[in-house]
């Protein structure tokens, strides 16, 4: 049976960044354009980067952590189909088929699809990894259980892996009066940076009494009378309430794969730059699909927020009628741990190497605004660039909450996406006043130095 | 005389930014070169924006406010003439006139010579503006006369002027315990911001105690056995101990102008790309010169510690041998004021109008960061785009100090230098953490206003 009848228009599958996105900018370019928003659980237009910090706390309702309320979705012209999952898509009929909260199945037809299906937590196959306590973090109904654990006296955590995830749990755990065991198979936390870098964030999170075991694989967890022990590598054995494993995520593309759908990079739907799927009439974004990196010349997979706003954004401006292109991706990112902040943007030497380019890096060490104002802290720079053309290509910042860093990674962002060359930073014109910055941003020094040695 | 008989090499006018950039740039292009600047007080690359600073009792000593010390410059290989006022040049003798500290005079001879004579306080021609009492400030020696003035006693204050310098200080003698009273001509504080967003500075001065007087001019100051009287339009008539000119700066040209230097925008001295005086061999830079604006085809005169840094480096390495341009002023500025930040790049509306574009200006506000995670302020923008080619000409931000407010202003500022559509703004890869930015950062926000109102 059919839910609507006749009136097919727009359907959007996935009710999270991508596909609020989608719906949102497809109802601003054609207003009359009916659009259905099929959502699997409860909370549309939730903040998964927002999980850390209702655990933390700081964020005292998970409530708070909607974009957008139901109502306001619904008065920007949405139609909602909370708590259905889309299990099928026939595109020859033009039809996804639904099931509802009571466990029924419809078929809800379309003219256009959107599909944003996103990503799930990689649970690696380890032995006991299905235990109770043992704890993933992706969905408000995944937070919603770690915390209900901690209100029952969960007291000391096991965090496996030490990306984005970790160390914000690490983090968030720590304030809500847990003992935290980090646990990384890499040489330092946030391998996402270079080693040394992110040694300087390792060093945060200890200071803070969390302990870090790097260099560390997990084996095995296992369930005593106790609680839970986690085993793994370099004699580790820790007692845990509880375990979140934070290893990353992979994207979520059975609905699209099995409607025929190609995957490319990471087993991600492969799109083209208006998002559009293979299928006939059916885009996709967000996590679910590869991404095009303006550094590199093959996708790549980059389940960010940030991206899959963009790209839900090109998706429903298109599938409304409308034209826009996915500009591509510097893989932009921040996080905050404890009192410091990373971010990055382009690639790392390593990755660049591999990319075929000829990377040279500087780094140097910069205050973020002028001594003899108070406060001033230093701002870690390492900054990349092509030897042969000299192009930016990517930049590593770590300093304290409080000194821009994440919007002084915005400058190299947005001068990569420009396709500068490093010596054009110190043309930029940059703001200065002295409890705020200097009259050379920390990049343009760091841009100075690697145009000094490179000549 | 000549002071250092036959090793002439570059010589550099003045120990401000400018000219201490020239200097250290000149020595990095060319270790081999003699530099020697002459700077015509004892204060060698001091800062002139970090004065308010240092006057509220934030920077404890004016010494601090040195970028560098003598001995930091010297090792870096510049002879410095401490104490030496250059009173002419003759450029077919390639001579310098110096003045020294004895009041005897000399000559030093040049190959190159690099001028950056900086600017100094506008006096405007009010009757009683010569009275003890009545300060300008743009030097150490003016700060720290303003600071004894203080430490003997004076309680109340008078600014005229509420430009970056004005309303700086009137936190900084606010902070200092005076009672501040705030005069400016034109409708609201913050001249170089359209009225109502420096309206929004105005009440934070207001909120911390300060008389603010707009829509006021100052028609004399007065002194009687009780102090100085501010007396003006609007029935001002203020007592004060001390008063404080702040009404702008202009270009301190006569050395380069009586060796036959041609001046233009604001009487600033004319220079190439390459900041090269008509004069042989004379380089300019800084406050003394021109600048060119990225947005403007005439030139303008922009007088800011970063271009005059930027200027200076450029003329130190043109004149050691190498090879630099300018690439131009986007008149990029940001102001500190009790707990709020303001700033902007590019034009604004009514500036762009003049230059002949068609300027379409939308304003949003928007959280500096999720609303979910403590401590989110808002972030008031106004961007201003051209209806015609859609190019980015303007951003003003207003928001609260620690809302990343002047690296926010960098990204508007690199995304003009780089001569984007607004549209492209939307394109930006920037960083999203939610203690820190939303997924769409307020300048994406705005963007996207502007992009909706002009089809």
Do not use: K, N, W
């Given at each position: 049976m059919s839910i609507d009848g006749d009136v097919p228009g727009l359907v959007v599958v996935g009710g999270s960044d991508a596909g609020i996105m989608a719906g949102l900018w497809a109802k601003l370019t054609n207003a009359e354009l009916p659009v259905t928003v099929v959502v699997r659980d409860a909370y549309p237009n939730f903040s998964i980067c927002g999980l850390p910090f209702y655990l933390s706390g700081e964020t005292p309702e998970w409530q708070m952590l909607a974009h957008r309320t139901v109502s306001q979705l619904e008065d920007a012209g949405l139609r909602l189909l909370l708590g259905h999952e889309?299990?099928?898509?026939?595109?020859?009929?033009?039809?996804?088929?639904?099931?509802?909260?009571?466990?029924?199945?419809?078929?809800?037809?379309?003219?256009?699809?959107?599909?944003?299906?996103?990503?799930?937590?990689?649970?690696?196959?380890?032995?006991?990894?299905?235990?109770?306590?043992?704890?993933?973090?992706?969905?408000?109904?995944?937070?919603?259980?770690?915390?209900?654990?901690?209100?029952?006296?969960?007291?000391?955590?096991?965090?496996?892996?030490?990306?984005?995830?970790?160390?914000e749990l690490a983090d968030a755990l720590t304030r809500r009066g847990l003992e935290v065991v980090l646990v990384e198979m890499a040489p330092a936390v946030l391998t996402t940076f270079d080693p040394d870098l992110g040694e300087l964030v390792g060093a945060e999170v200890r200071r803070h009494g969390v302990s870090v075991r790097t260099s560390t694989t997990v084996e095995r967890i296992a369930a005593d009378e106790k609680g839970l022990r986690v085993l793994g590598s370099r004699g580790l054995d820790t007692p845990a309430d509880l375990v979140i494993v934070a290893v990353g995520v992979r994207p979520e593309t059975d609905l699209l794969v099995s409607a025929g759908a190609a995957t490319g990079a990471r087993g991600a739907v492969i799109v083209d730059a208006g998002m559009l799927t293979g299928l006939d009439d059916i885009w996709a974004a967000g996590d679910c699909v590869q991404t095009h990196h303006v550094l590199l010349d093959s996708p790549s997979y980059l389940p960010l927020g940030t991206t899959a706003h963009k790209q839900g954004r090109v998706a429903g401006i298109n599938a409304a009628g409308g034209h826009a292109s996915f500009a591509g991706s510097c893989g932009t990112q921040a996080v905050k741990v404890f009192d410091l902040v990373a971010a990055r943007t382009g690639l790392r030497g390593g990755e660049a190497a591999a990319a075929g380019y000829q990377p040279v890096s500087v780094t140097v060490t910069a205050d973020d605004h002028k001594a003899f104002y108070p406060g001033a802290t230093p701002v870690h720079v390492r900054l990349t660039g092509d030897r042969t053309t000299r192009r930016l290509l990517g930049v590593q910042l770590i300093g304290a909450y409080g000194a821009e860093i994440s919007k002084r990674i915005d400058i190299a962002a947005t001068a990569i996406h420009a396709g500068h060359t490093v010596d054009v930073l110190s043309d930029l014109d940059l703001s200065y006043t002295p409890p705020l910055s200097s009259p050379w941003d920390p990049i343009q020094v760091a841009g100075q130095a690697w145009t000094g040695s490179v000549t």
């Open positions: 889309a299990f099928a898509i026939d595109p020859s009929a033009r039809t996804v088929h639904l099931r509802d909260p009571e466990g029924d199945c419809h078929d809800l037809a379309y003219d256009r699809l959107v599909v944003g299906t996103g990503a799930r937590s990689i649970v690696p196959p380890l032995p006991g990894v299905g235990l109770p306590g043992v704890h993933v973090l992706h969905t408000i109904d995944q937070a919603r259980e770690l915390d209900l654990a901690i209100e029952r006296g969960a007291r000391r955590a096991v965090l496996i892996g030490a990306g984005y995830i970790g160390t």
